[in-house]
């Protein structure tokens, strides 16, 4: 079974920051990895889709990595703003979990960037 | 683009009690699913469905049931709620394996 760690579970840094999320999975065999923000009381924004066969994708100040052999992915953050306080969350979607290829998440890295 | 839209935002419910989750979509897709929040675990599967008429069980799926009977929407039932169902529930949608998930905004429901 897919299991997915986000760690660490919180993170304070100070504005201006470059900073990295780091999400690990145990179970190789994936057809893509999403990173998704969720903001205090709200549903969950997707920020990254990168497929199995992709090694990173950029999307404004965010960077995110993929090396599907050693089961990890990290989340870049330039130059961190106030505005970028949330929980960032990871999900894989693996080839092993059904039919329906549904997504398994990690638990979460709640950020929080210090004006 | 009202996306995945999900009704009531906040519910409480006694012990026992019934009540529906409504989950639309305007995108025309194929996946949905129902999620759980509770914290420090991440979000669960409990339903999903991979087309009008056809759904399946998740990961959690004891006490809920659905069905599909348009493309557009996919209800979540709670037949006789416990407090183990008070969470953050969540719809989701997509077409095709390598495709984003979209979410709507969540259903926060409390039972006492």
């Known amino acids: 079974k897919q299991e997915v760690t986000q760690i660490p579970a919180a993170l304070s840094v100070p504005e201006g920051e470059n900073l990295v999320l780091n999400c690990s999975f145990t179970?190789?065999?994936?057809?893509?990895l999403q990173w998704f923000r969720q903001d205090p009381g709200k549903g969950l924004t997707s920020l990254l889709l990168?497929?199995?066969?992709?090694r990173e994708q950029t999307s404004g100040r965010l960077n995110a990595s993929l090396d599907k052999s050693s089961g990890r992915s990290t989340l870049y953050i330039a130059a961190s703003q106030p505005g970028d306080s949330a929980t960032y969350l990871c999900?894989?979607?693996?080839?092993?979990?059904?039919?329906?290829?549904?997504?398994?998440f990690g638990s979460g890295t709640q950020l929080t960037v210090l004006p | 683009n009202a996306g995945v839209t999900q009704t009531p935002k906040f519910q409480v419910l006694k012990t026992g009690q019934s009540m529906t989750l409504q989950c639309a979509q305007d995108?025309?897709?194929?996946?949905m699913s129902w999620y759980r929040q509770d914290p420090g675990m991440g979000l669960r599967l409990i339903h999903y469905?991979?087309?009008?008429?056809?759904?399946d069980q998740g990961e959690v799926p004891n006490g809920y049931n659905v069905s599909r009977s348009t493309t557009e929407d996919f209800p979540l039932r709670l037949l006789s709620a416990a407090p183990s169902q008070t969470s953050v529930y969540f719809c989701?949608?997509?077409?095709?394996?390598?495709?984003?998930?979209?979410f709507g905004a969540g259903t926060r429901l409390s039972v006492l």
């Open positions: 990168i497929q199995s066969s992709q």
């Open positions: 179970d190789s065999a994936i057809y893509n």
């Open positions: 469905s991979v087309g009008a008429g056809i759904t």
């Open positions: 989701a949608s997509r077409t095709g394996l390598k495709n984003i998930q979209y």
């Open positions: 999900a894989v979607r693996d080839v092993s979990s059904g039919s329906a290829r549904q997504l398994t």
């Open positions: 995108m025309n897709h194929e996946y």
